[in-house]
T-cell receptor, first 110, second 112 residues
């Protein structure tokens, strides 16, 4: 069974600092990895999707890397803003099904 | 714009009642999924479908059922609601091969 772990569970940083969120998974035979953002009481918004053949994916201030052989992914958010405060979830796909980590809750202090 | 909608957004019901949660997507995706989200457990897969008339059990399927009669809809039924099924339920969909999943806004279900 795929196990997905996100460390740390919570993170508080001052505005402008770069964020580094970690995700690890136990079964490296993944189809892809997806990073999501969830605001309190809301649904999940897809941020980045990395296919298993890719090493990284970028969108604006967000950059996600994938090291499939070691079972790790890292989400970098540059120059954090208070609007980046949310819970960030990573999910790995085996076949078409996703296994989720518990998330990292980020607070960016103004 | 394409989207996924869920209804109702909030539901309170009593133990033993049958409850159906609706999920409708206009992406024309073949794959649809139901998850529940609970503190301490994250998101867990309940049921999923790869197309019309196809349904499959996820990791926490006991007490739930789904049916897929068309591409757009995948209703989730709780046959006899239990307090342990109090949760937030999310529906998602994706294309078969690209596999990026798109989520609905969720339904908060309380079973008293």
């Amino acid at each position: 069974k795929q196990e997905v772990t996100q460390i740390p569970a919570a993170l508080s940083v001052p505005e402008g600092e770069n964020l580094v969120l970690n995700c690890s998974f136990t079964d490296s035979a993944i189809y892809n990895l997806q990073w999501f953002r969830q605001d309190p009481g809301k649904g999940l918004t897809s941020l980045l999707l990395i296919q298993s053949s890719q090493r990284e994916q970028t969108s604006g201030r967000l950059n996600a890397s994938l090291d499939k052989s070691s079972g790790r992914s890292t989400l970098y958010i540059a120059a954090s803003q208070p609007g980046d405060s949310a819970t960030y979830l990573c999910a790995v796909a085996n076949d078409y099904k996703l296994s989720f980590g518990a998330g990292t809750t980020v607070t960016v202090r103004a | 714009d394409a989207e996924i909608t869920q209804s109702p957004r909030h539901k309170i019901t009593e133990t033993g009642r049958q409850v159906t949660l609706a999920c409708h997507q206009t992406w024309n995706h073949n794959n649809m999924f139901w998850y529940r989200q609970d503190l301490g457990h994250g998101l867990r897969l309940i049921h999923y479908s790869y197309g019309v008339h196809d349904t499959n059990k996820g990791e926490v399927s006991d007490g739930y059922s789904v049916s897929r009669s068309n591409t757009e809809d995948l209703p989730l039924t709780l046959e006899s609601a239990a307090s342990s099924q109090t949760s937030v339920y999310f529906c998602a969909s994706s294309e078969p091969f690209y596999n990026e999943q798109f989520f609905g806004p969720g339904t908060r279900l309380t079973v008293l």
